[in-house]
């Protein structure tokens, strides 16, 4: 199992910028997707964005496309998200999560990603 430590969340004001750190041990991540998923109370989870950790595609949910941005730096095993120009839509709770490359497919429920981090909160004020 892969474990994963999310950092960085916080109270910003609509229009400021925050990056989120999503911390990986446990595996090396070579053949998995790494992903950002959001939930607001009373909601299910919301895919945000999924990359492979080897590097090729990475899919955005159309709501966060040309605002976020996910990196990695794979010294330190550690998977980012560049949040710009948040709304107060975007006030959530994000969590990191990972899934093995078994599917040539980009996978965007939550439910079929079987490593999570503990979240970190958002708040996007108006």
Request: net charge positive.
């Amino acid at each position: 199992q892969v474990q994963l430590v999310e950092s960085g969340g916080g109270l910003v004001q609509a229009g400021d910028s925050l990056r989120l750190s999503c911390a990986a041990s446990g595996r090396t991540l070579n053949n998995y997707h790494l992903a950002w998923f959001r939930q607001t109370p009373g909601k299910e989870r919301e895919f945000v964005v999924v990359t492979p950790w080897s590097g090729g595609s990475t899919v955005y949910a159309d709501s966060v496309k040309g605002r976020f941005t996910v990196s990695r730096d794979n010294a330190k095993n550690t998977l980012y998200l560049q949040m710009n120009s948040l709304k107060s839509e975007d006030t959530a709770v994000y969590y990191c999560a990972a899934r093995v490359r078994d599917s040539p497919l980009t996978i965007t429920i939550a439910s079929l990603y079987t490593s999570w981090g503990q979240g970190t909160q958002v708040t996007v004020s108006s």
